[in-house]
Nanobody
Framework: QVQLVESGGGLVQAGGSLRLSCAAS????????MGWFRQAPGKEREFVAT????????YYGDSVEGRFTVSRDNAKNTVYLQMNSLKPEDTAVYYC???????????????WGQGTQVTVSS
């Protein structure tokens, strides 16, 4: 079992920045690829970013490429999502997820956090 707790969400104006954190406990964090997903009201869950267990491979969704940066600190059992140049359409609940396999598909992630709300005002 892996327990995940997101933090860092909030209200920000368009063009601003936020950094989300996801703290993991339970199994060995460094074995797991980590993903970030988001879900806006009335919309399907959307892939945001993923980072491999070592941090050596990273992939972003098209809508955030160039604005968001995912990173991890295996010594702190934490993954981060730095979000810059935020837009109102980035408003959503953001979730981190963990799986032994590096991938972009939400259904393949075994463990999920409870989510943190990000609201971007225009």
């Amino acid at each position: 079992q892996v327990q995940l707790v997101e933090s860092g969400g909030g209200l920000v104006q368009a063009g601003g920045s936020l950094r989300l954190s996801c703290a993991a406990s339970g199994q060995t964090f460094s074995r797991y690829a980590m993903g970030w997903f988001r879900q806006a009201p009335g919309k399907e869950r959307e892939f945001v970013a993923t980072i491999s267990a070592s941090g050596g491979s990273i992939y972003y969704g098209d809508s955030v490429e160039g604005r968001f940066t995912v990173s991890r600190d295996n010594a702190k059992n934490t993954v981060y999502l730095q979000m810059n140049s935020l837009k109102p359409e980035d408003t959503a609940v953001y979730y981190c997820a963990a799986d032994l396999k590096y991938n972009i598909y939400d259904l393949q992630y075994a463990y999920w956090g409870q989510g943190t709300q990000v609201t971007v005002s225009s």
